[in-house]
Structures are given as structure tokens and as C-alpha cells.
């Protein structure tokens, strides 16, 4: 499959609501810590939204609210990974990402035949606390060898100018939640990601 090299990572269809509109083909909805009826209702909501707008809905971790969504496409870390029930999301031909952040995860990954892997982070992240170092740009391409065919995403700190270099690396797709969402025009700055994204595809 083919990733769009724009991937952005939101917190609520709040956001999709205003960032559909400005050209958005490739986007996860990532909740924390909310009721689950509150979530269901959530990726209720976004996959109408991206279905409307032609874009493709990513849900992270709630596999099992998203298969019973309907929902085509799942995202797991790896302590998800450990948790989710694989043979049935693949039963419901459901596309998997899934993060990697050192060797071990990338072999455990790569048994599963995922959709995408997701390398990161790349650069000093404040979306959220990690135990690993940034990765840096070399290890994108290290990564880009290892797995071959299957689509890299990068993730990590990224934002529009450092896009670029790992794309150039060897990553098929960019992943950024707050150079968008912490911008002071995320409509704008939706629109520089999507004007990148459609000058390497």
C-alpha cells in the first residue's frame, strides 16, 4: 500500500472538523485516558468525517471499538500490540501500523506483516513521554533497508522543514500532531503539510 507522506495525529474530531477542509488524505485519531462510550462515539464521528471527505481514518489502540466501528485501519504501540487480538483484526481485513523504536520491536513488527512501521521518534518530542532517544535522521534510512517494501513512517518531533530530510532518508510518510495542532494557524500550517506532501507523491 501506498501512504500518503502527510499523516496527521489528532487528539478529537474537533480537529477534523477544521482540518478535513484544507486537504487532509491521511489521519489518526489517538484519545487517552477518556470513557470508552466517549471514544466510540468519537471514531463514530471521525470515520463519517473522513469518509465524507475521501481521507483514510487510522484509530490507535481501541481495536476492538474500531473493528466494531467499522473501521479499516488500526494503529497499536507495542504494549497494545502484546494486548490486541491480531488473528481478528486481520480476519476483519483490517490494515495494522505499528510503532517501533529499537531492533527487537522492528522483528516483532515485521512478523506480523503490518501495513506500515512507524519509526520514532526522530527528533525531541513533546507529544508525549518516551524511554528512547531520538532516533535521528540516519536511522530512517536504516530502517527504510531493513523493512523493505513495507511503508515507513517517520514520527517524531517532525514539522515542516524537517519533513524533508526524512522523507529524503527513506520514509514513505511523515506523521506530526503538534507542529499542526500547537501552530497558531493550524488551518495554515494543515496546508503547508498538504502543499509537501503533494509535491513527492
Known amino acids: 500500500m501506498k501512504l500518503d507522506p502527510f499523516y496527521l495525529i489528532v487528539d478529537s474530531t474537533h480537529w477534523l472538523e477544521r482540518l478535513l477542509p484544507h486537504g ?16 466510540r462515539a468519537e471514531i463514530k464521528h471521525a ?3 473522513c469518509e465524507a471527505a475521501g481521507a483514510t481514518l487510522v484509530i490507535n489502540d481501541y ?3 474500531a473493528l466494531e466501528e467499522d473501521c479499516n485501519f488500526i494503529h497499536l504501540g507495542q504494549e497494545d500490540l502484546a494486548e490486541a487480538d491480531i488473528l481478528a483484526i ?6 495494522l501500523g505499528i510503532s517501533t523504536h529499537d531492533p527487537n520491536e ?23 513521554q518516551l524511554d528512547w532517544a531520538p532516533q535521528g535522521v ?15 513512517v517517520a514520527i517524531g518531533g ?5 519533513a524533508r530530510a526524512v522523507l529524503d532518508a527513506g520514509a514513505d510518510s511523515a506523521a506530526v500532531s503538534t507542529d499542526v495542532l500547537g501552530h497558531t494557524d493550524p488551518e495554515a ?13
Do not use: M
Open 90 to 95: 486481520r480476519h476483519a481485513k483490517c490494515r
Open 138 to 152: 540516519a536511522r530512517v534510512s536504516e530502517w527504510k533497508a531493513l523493512v523493505g517494501d513495507v511503508p515507513l
Open 47 to 49: 470515520r463519517a468525517l
Open 63 to 65: 481495536w476492538r471499538l
Open 189 to 201: 500550517r494543515t496546508r503547508e503539510w498538504v502543499a509537501l506532501s503533494r509535491a513527492r507523491v
Open 24 to 39: 487532509l488524505r491521511l489521519v489518526q485519531l489517538r484519545i487517552k485516558n477518556k470513557p470508552e462510550e466517549f471514544v
Open 106 to 128: 522492528l522483528a516483532t513488527a515485521l512478523s506480523l506483516k503490518p501495513d506500515y512501521v512507524a519509526l520514532g521518534p526522530v527528533y525531541p518530542t513533546t507529544l508525549k
Open 158 to 162: 517532525l514539522t515542516v522543514e524537517r
